[in-house]
């Protein structure tokens, strides 16, 4: 009998969840855009940082070639490629939560 009883009790539970309101929609979509915008914000900050090591890598990688240093250059010329694929990643994310915040707005 104990347990029908906690089974309706935690159905009616259940059911006052679903029933009860939580802040209104508006409220709900302007907080998940400002979270995007804030997101975006280190994805750019994030982007600088990368483009600047991008150039520093280049530069080194031109200068290790100039001095005849093959070993060196092909070491930063690496790095500079990995550089540039996360750059990558980093703007697709950018554009896709720019594409969210849009349309949320």
């Known amino acids: ?6 089974e309706k009790e935690s159905i009616f539970k259940k059911l006052e969840e679903h029933i009860r309101r939580g802040p209104p929609l508006k409220e709900r979509i302007n907080h998940a855009i400002y ?3 804030t997101q975006k914000e280190k994805l750019e900050q994030m982007s600088s940082k990368l483009q600047e090591r991008d150039k520093d890598m280049f ?11 093959s070993a060196h250059a092909a070491i930063y010329a690496n790095e500079c490629s990995e550089l540039r694929k996360m750059a990558k990643v ?12 849009l349309r949320l707005e």
């Open 1 to 6: 009998m104990t347990a029908n009883w906690e």
């Open 59 to 69: 530069g080194k990688t031109v200068g290790a070639m100039a001095e005849g240093d």
């Open 35 to 37: 979270v995007i915008n």
């Open 90 to 101: 980093v703007l697709a994310s950018q554009l896709a939560l720019e594409q969210v915040a």
